[in-house]
């Protein structure tokens, strides 16, 4: 069975760090891309970032951008997400994705439970 | 960018047939052949019903169908069943290497 278990979330203070961590399991890890999307309190998704399968390639909404980094571990199973100087607005659940390729332009296919990050003073 | 465009909610009586559209522009739907489509039930996560425009993932219902023409992409329930009232969101690669979402749909069963 394929299975996505994001850890990592918590509260942090406004310009602090957290990293988030996905454990990947049931597939062939490194043959697909990865993708993180996240969901503000009562609002709509919003993709974040995405790494290929090898974790050459890498893309990033603008609103994150050159604030968070997307890296993935193959011998883990386990794409990462790194975030720094953190605002009130990143609050939300992060989910992460898997795609149905190698690519993280393909479509998503299997989605994780979230993990809750929290902004606040 | 702006986010796709998805009509805020649609509705429908169990066992009829709805369609979610999902408008975008020559720079994201109609680009590539990479829409998604994904079901959230309150405080749930996400589930993918469509990947690439017409694919079911396995373990996803056949009443599940999809489709793309030009800039605009479609969601079909057929035989709809009181399950199926959820939030539906779709998404799709963008020219600019991201990966952009619709607002989302509420679907209710009557």
């Known amino acids: 069975e394929v299975q996505l278990l994001e850890s990592g979330g918590g509260l942090v203070q406004p310009g602090g760090s957290l990293r988030l961590s996905c454990a990947a399991s049931?597939?062939?890890?490194?043959?697909?891309?990865m993708s993180w999307v996240r969901q503000a309190p009562g609002k709509g998704l919003e993709w974040v970032s995405g790494i290929s399968g090898s974790g050459v390639i890498t893309y990033y909404a603008d609103s994150v951008k050159g604030r968070f980094t997307i890296s993935r571990d193959n011998s883990k199973n386990t794409p990462y997400l790194q975030m720094n100087s953190l605002r009130a607005e990143d609050t939300a659940v992060y989910h992460c994705?898997?795609?149905?390729?190698?690519?993280?332009?393909?479509?998503?296919?299997?989605w994780g439970q979230g993990t809750v990050v929290t902004v606040s003073s | 960018q702006s986010a796709l465009t998805q009509p805020a909610s649609v509705s429908g009586s169990p066992g009829q047939s709805i369609t979610i559209s999902c408008t975008g522009t020559s720079s994201d739907i109609g680009a590539y052949s990479y829409v998604s489509w994904c079901q959230q039930h309150p405080g749930k996560a996400p589930k993918v019903m469509i990947y690439?425009?017409?694919n079911r993932p396995s373990g996803v219902s056949n009443r599940f169908s999809a489709s793309k023409s030009g800039n605009t992409a479609s969601l079909t329930i057929s035989g709809l069943q009181a399950e199926d009232e959820a939030h539906y969101y779709c998404s799709s690669y963008t020219t600019s290497s991201t990966v952009i979402f619709g607002g989302g749909t509420k679907l209710t069963v009557l």
């Open positions: 690439d425009v017409t």
């Open positions: 049931g597939f062939t890890f490194s043959s697909y891309g």
């Open positions: 994705a898997k795609h149905h390729g190698f690519y993280p332009y393909h479509g998503f296919d299997i």
